[in-house]
């Protein structure tokens, strides 16, 4: 059967590259993946595989059926929507939409999913059970598809037992792909802070309450939550990326904007963290005698692999790709909301090599230069399909 998948993965490869191209060049942002959804939906059509589009708005949900359909059901998912980055890559399929990328592979993890989909409908009379097809919406933006698709039930009718996930990693060269059991990703919560002070002439700051010197002492203080609130053990990452003051070379602005992310791998330690982060911000201000708007908007929470699932696929992947060519993941401290799906149910969310130094093919996800060796396309949908077949 490995030969046959295999074989399959080569045949179609050629589909998933164009696929694939065509995704890339038409970006859509979070809940707006109207066309992808059109484009995966009429593949499925063309691959006779009975679905359902428009869930949770933009969301495409495939049924393939092998023999005995009830005795096994698991769900594979791919996600769907591209970043606010405008691309730099000069490539044929490079972005038609200024301001919009699939910087983070997520044009690979749909046209992978359509090209195990097809493999899978050519062999279904060949394995046991059912496989359902989550194409998703959302991933890059609160509150994320899975949780929408979840509460609109997709993991009802059939109720899958356990999920996989795939995730490009370009850090990992071509040809190599990567499993963690437990705890992989963290959490993420998103901090929205505004202070209010009393705008000045920078040479009198005696008259003025300073917003700018008083987010210095937070952004400072902030940072003890993670170097001496949380237990070393436990993987911990508070930062800010945004940082707006209005003012000039001698003017003190009224007001100061800062966003910052929370992440973190324990979900009482977060809830503590959240407690701790609002203590400070609004110890600080009122003790300079500004006023502080604060909101921490909570996110996907930590992702964790289990075990057992995780062990079975990592040892097909062995036999699927050779032992020398699957490697052991460290934390991530990024988030993903796959999380969402293995809080109700067995996951499995493993990494893509998709690295190639020679063809100076290097970028990280989220860059405006961030591309994949194509090579790792029939990997993705052929592996994929293996790991379905022998859950």
């Not at 996600?79 to 910087?103: C, F, R």
């Not at 990703?185 to 998103?190: F, G, I, P, Q």
């Not at 796959?338 to 090599?353: A, D, I, K, N, V």
């Amino acid at each position: 059967m490995i030969r046959t998948i295999q074989t399959l993965a080569k045949e179609v490869a050629p589909k998933v590259q164009s696929w694939r191209h065509h995704i890339h060049a038409n970006p859509e942002l979070s809940f707006e993946e109207f066309e992808t959804a059109r484009f995966v939906s009429d593949r499925l059509t063309e691959f006779g595989i009975e679905h359902q589009h428009g869930v949770a708005g933009t969301g495409v949900v495939g049924i393939i059926k092998g023999r005995n359909p009830d005795s096994r059901i698991l769900a594979l998912r791919g996600d769907m929507d591209a970043l606010p980055i405008l691309e730099q890559n000069e490539v044929s399929y490079k972005s038609t939409k200024p301001g919009i990328m699939h910087a983070c592979g997520h044009d690979v993890h749909t046209s992978s999913l359509l090209g195990a989909s097809w493999i899978l409908q050519q062999v279904k009379d060949q394995f046991e059970g059912t496989i359902k097809l989550i194409f998703q919406p959302g991933e890059e933006k609160v509150p994320g598809g899975a949780s929408l698709l979840i509460k609109e039930g997709v993991l009802q009718n059939p109720a899958p037992q356990s999920i996989v996930g795939q995730h490009v990693m370009p850090f990992l060269p071509v040809g190599k792909v990567g499993f963690r059991e437990g705890l992989y990703m963290a959490s993420a919560d998103e901090i929205y802070l505004t202070i209010h002070g009393k705008g000045g002439h920078g040479a009198m700051p005696n008259l003025a309450i300073d917003v700018v010197a008083i987010s210095a002492q937070v952004i400072t203080a902030l940072q003890q939550v993670v170097s001496r609130s949380a237990d070393p053990k436990t993987p911990s990452v508070l930062s800010f990326g945004t940082v707006i003051a209005k003012g000039a070379t001698n003017i003190l602005p009224n007001s100061i904007y800062l966003e910052g992310t929370f992440r973190t791998m324990d979900e009482d330690w977060r809830a503590k963290a959240h407690q701790k982060i609002r203590q400070i911000v609004e110890g600080i201000c009122e003790s300079f005698g500004a006023k502080a708007d604060l909101e921490i908007r909570k996110g996907y929470p930590f992702l964790k692999n289990d075990p057992v699932l995780t062990r079975k696929m990592k040892k097909c992947a062995q036999d699927y790709l050779g032992a020398e060519n699957v490697v052991d993941l460290d934390i991530w401290m990024a988030a993903e909301d796959f999380s969402y799906y293995t809080q109700e149910m067995p996951g499995c969310f493993y990494r893509l090599g998709t690295r190639n130094e020679e063809k100076g093919i290097v970028s990280g996800v989220h860059t405006p230069t961030f591309d994949i060796d194509e090579d790792a396309l029939e990997i993705g949908c052929g592996l994929m399909a293996w790991l379905a077949i022998n859950e």
